[in-house]
């Protein structure tokens, strides 16, 4: 082999190391239940204030507490997942009657793709996991 070729072999064997090792610490985060970052801002604005421990209605705690979802089983998450799908993209959420007073409650078109992305990653995660 002449040495030229073994230089761009070599080289070509770097590339391929440092591109494998990006795709999987990528896909590595996604192995478990989380909240982004861009959920989670979403989640404090706008639905925290009820489905939290501080939270002003009983009805709501009982239906969904955000703190709990990560520690729940594989079942509860899935289950939780499709609601959240459900009342995002179907603006059951917040409440109509709570967004008539406080409009800018409202979820935005791109907080319901937000939502629908996450909600969308995490089933894959959940349903591996069962
Ligand atoms: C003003 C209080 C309030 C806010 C804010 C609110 N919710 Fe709710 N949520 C409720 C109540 C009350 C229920 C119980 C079901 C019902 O009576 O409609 C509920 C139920 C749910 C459920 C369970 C499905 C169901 O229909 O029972 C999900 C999922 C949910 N909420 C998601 C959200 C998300 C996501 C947000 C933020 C975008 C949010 N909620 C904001 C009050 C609230």
């Known amino acids: 082999m002449n040495k030229q070729l073994t230089l761009f ?4 064997m770097f590339f391929w190391m440092i591109q494998s090792c990006a795709t999987s610490s990528k896909t590595a ?5 989380e909240y982004t970052a861009a959920v989670n801002s979403i989640v404090q604005d706008k639905c925290y204030g009820c489905h939290s421990a501080d939270g002003r209605s009983d009805k709501a705690k009982q239906a969904l507490m955000w703190d709990n ?3 729940m089983t594989a079942d509860e998450q899935a289950h939780i997942l499709d609601e959240i799908m459900e009342v995002t993209s179907e603006r059951k959420m917040p409440p109509s009657r709570f967004v008539e007073s406080r409009p800018e409650k409202a979820l935005t078109d791109e907080e319901i793709a937000t939502f629908q992305k996450w909600a969308k990653d995490m089933m894959a995660v959940v349903e591996k996991s069962k």
């Open 9 to 12: 072999l070599a080289l070509g």
């Open 29 to 33: 985060s996604m192995e478990k239940f």
């Open 69 to 71: 979802v990560p520690t």
